[in-house]
């Protein structure tokens, strides 16, 4: 999905981090407003579990100044989706140790709110949380949920004999046809979202009605978070994402029907749309805080080449096209002085107001990534050994994920780039 025009309709029901009113004293480095951002992973990079890296405070104790207000813009961009942005906000204040508001915070399906042709439609939502609330302040009005689904249809989930109706129900009236389904992240019983998830597409809707010929293409479908595997407490290296879940339905849908599952947004890092919210965000906040410089230069810190480094390198990539698309435009402009009747688009004028320059990604060593077991040392041994954690519908290019730099922790990421910005 194109954001172009998408991000000025947002504007408005986003506010940005961080208390109104004049610019903190000490927020700028001798007196130059900050020209860059931060992007954060958060498990694996501020937390492990429930419990906060140590060096995470030590970055944020960089990054505040002495009355507790961040010097320069942040957001935190995490793939987690199963919990309320000010729930998440209120975890991270309490591990940082300082306010973070939930307008700083981009869980995996906070761009959905862009996605308005889909906010009227009748939408089955998937995974676990507060799915139902989550889906309504994202803009959806008509949601149902994988329970309410059972509910009115229990002779489709028959995994679980312990749940199985002891007689035949009456047959269920008035519910409604089911327009597209998202999926938030991983459920808690896979058997039952996977049944139910597969009966709405191949019944197109109404997983009560007898099965006629499938439609194809499918309900649209919208998935957040690709995430293959995430860092926890646990010895053990990595936990089940929901990447791991949509490659199961995935799977799935193509054994039945031969045909493949195809999605009308992937959402979450390493999509391009995610990171164009985030660096919106950003640029929110320094408008908000009164610093007048623009923001050139993001850097994107997280512990998974697979999604976090592939994702800001993929978003560097795109920077740089839209850089070149703005001295094309420029050509164009120029052009257009000697000749008037030729025609001008709205869009590559939009391009020419996008200020950053480049995503640098930031690869720690407290989460995922272990040192250089994950991304070998060259292209060449990359290509032939590395076995791609990403999605299906993302190629993948070696490059994409070798990070700029690889550092041990946060502290040592926020130490870095204030060095390369010559900030104190």
Same mark, same amino acid.
């Given at each position: 999905?194109?954001?172009?025009?998408?991000?000025?309709? *947002?504007r408005?029901?986003?506010?940005?981090? *961080?208390?109104?009113?004049?610019?903190?004293?000490?927020?700028?480095?001798?007196?130059?407003?900050?020209?860059?951002?931060?992007?954060?992973d958060?498990?694996?990079?501020?937390?492990?579990?429930?419990?906060?890296?140590?060096?995470?405070?030590?970055?944020?104790?960089r990054?505040?100044?002495? *009355?507790?207000?961040?010097?320069?813009?942040?957001?935190?961009?995490?793939?987690?989706? /199963?919990?309320?942005?000010?729930?998440?906000?209120?975890?991270?204040?309490?591990?940082?140790? =300082?306010?973070?508001?939930?307008?700083?915070?981009?869980?995996?399906?906070?761009?959905l709110r862009?996605?308005? @042709?889909?906010?009227?439609?009748?939408?089955?939502?998937?995974?676990?949380?507060?799915?139902?609330?989550?889906?309504?302040?994202?803009g959806?009005?008509?949601?149902?949920?994988? #329970?309410?689904?059972?509910?009115?249809?229990?002779?489709?989930?028959?995994?679980?004999?312990?749940?199985?109706?002891?007689?035949?129900?009456?047959?269920?009236? &008035?519910?409604?046809?089911i327009?597209g389904?998202?999926?938030f992240?991983?459920?808690?019983?896979?058997?039952?979202?996977?049944?139910?998830?597969?009966?709405?597409?191949?019944?197109n809707?109404?997983?009560?009605?007898?099965?006629?010929?499938?439609?194809?293409?499918?309900?649209?479908? !919208?998935?957040? /978070?690709?995430?293959?595997?995430?860092?926890?407490?646990?010895?053990?290296?990595?936990?089940?994402g929901?990447?791991?879940?949509?490659?199961?339905?995935e799977?799935?849908?193509?054994?039945?029907?031969? @045909?493949?599952?195809?999605? #009308?947004? =992937?959402? &979450?890092?390493?999509s391009?749309?995610?990171?164009r919210?985030a660096?919106? !965000?950003?640029?929110?906040?320094?408008e908000?805080?009164?610093?007048?410089?623009?923001?050139?230069?993001?850097?994107?810190?997280?512990?998974?080449?697979?999604?976090?480094?592939y994702?800001?390198?993929?978003?560097?990539?795109?920077l740089?096209?839209?850089?070149q698309?703005?001295?094309?435009?420029?050509?164009?402009?120029?052009?257009?002085?000697?000749n008037?009747?030729?025609?001008?688009?709205?869009?590559?004028?939009?391009?020419?107001?996008?200020?950053?320059?480049?995503?640098?990604?930031?690869l720690?060593?407290?989460g995922?990534?272990?040192?250089?077991?994950?991304?070998?040392?060259?292209?060449?041994?990359?290509?032939r050994?590395?076995?791609?954690?990403?999605? @299906?519908?993302?190629?993948?290019?070696?490059?994409?994920?070798?990070?700029?730099?690889?550092?041990?922790?946060? /502290?040592?990421?926020v130490?870095?780039?204030?060095?390369?910005?010559?900030?104190?």
């Amino acid at each position: 999905m194109a954001l172009r025009g998408c991000l000025g309709a *947002g504007r408005g029901l986003l506010r940005a981090a *961080g208390p109104r009113g004049p610019p903190a004293r000490g927020a700028c480095a001798g007196g130059r407003p900050p020209a860059f951002g931060f992007l954060f992973d958060v498990d694996g990079v501020l937390v492990r579990g429930s419990q906060a890296v140590p060096a995470a405070r030590r970055a944020f104790q960089r990054l505040a100044d002495g *009355g507790g207000r961040l010097r320069v813009p942040v957001v935190f961009l995490t793939n987690a989706g /199963n919990c309320l942005r000010s729930a998440k906000a209120r975890e991270l204040s309490q591990a940082l140790g =300082l306010q973070v508001s939930p307008e700083q915070v981009i869980l995996s399906h906070s761009p959905l709110r862009l996605f308005s @042709r889909f906010h009227q439609k009748c939408m089955l939502v998937a995974g676990q949380g507060p799915v139902e609330e989550n889906a309504q302040n994202l803009g959806f009005k008509h949601v149902v949920t994988i #329970e309410a689904l059972r509910k009115a249809y229990p002779l489709l989930d028959m995994v679980d004999q312990s749940r199985r109706p002891k007689e035949l129900p009456p047959p269920t009236t &008035g519910f409604p046809t089911i327009e597209g389904v998202i999926l938030f992240g991983e459920p808690v019983r896979w058997e039952t979202s996977l049944q139910l998830i597969i009966d709405v597409l191949l019944s197109n809707g109404n997983p009560g009605a007898e099965l006629q010929d499938i439609p194809y293409p499918h309900l649209p479908v !919208l998935a957040c /978070n690709m995430d293959l595997l995430w860092m926890a407490e646990a010895k053990m290296p990595s936990r089940f994402g929901h990447g791991t879940f949509l490659l199961c339905l995935e799977n799935i849908y193509k054994k039945v029907t031969g @045909r493949e599952l195809k999605y #009308e947004a =992937l959402i &979450g890092k390493p999509s391009t749309v995610t990171y164009r919210y985030a660096e919106y !965000l950003i640029k929110q906040q320094a408008e908000t805080q009164g610093w007048k410089s623009p923001i050139r230069r993001l850097y994107a810190v997280g512990d998974n080449p697979m999604s976090d480094i592939y994702g800001a390198n993929l978003y560097n990539n795109y920077l740089k096209s839209a850089h070149q698309n703005q001295v094309q435009a420029g050509m164009k402009r120029s052009l257009q002085a000697a000749n008037p009747q030729t025609e001008d688009p709205l869009e590559l004028r939009k391009d020419c107001n996008n200020s950053v320059e480049s995503c640098k990604s930031i690869l720690v060593c407290t989460g995922v990534y272990r040192h250089n077991a994950d991304v070998p040392s060259n292209t060449e041994e990359c290509t032939r050994e590395t076995v791609f954690h990403g999605h @299906r519908d993302f190629c993948f290019d070696p490059s994409l994920v070798e990070a700029s730099y690889i550092v041990q922790d946060v /502290n040592d990421a926020v130490q870095l780039a204030f060095k390369k910005e010559n900030w104190s």
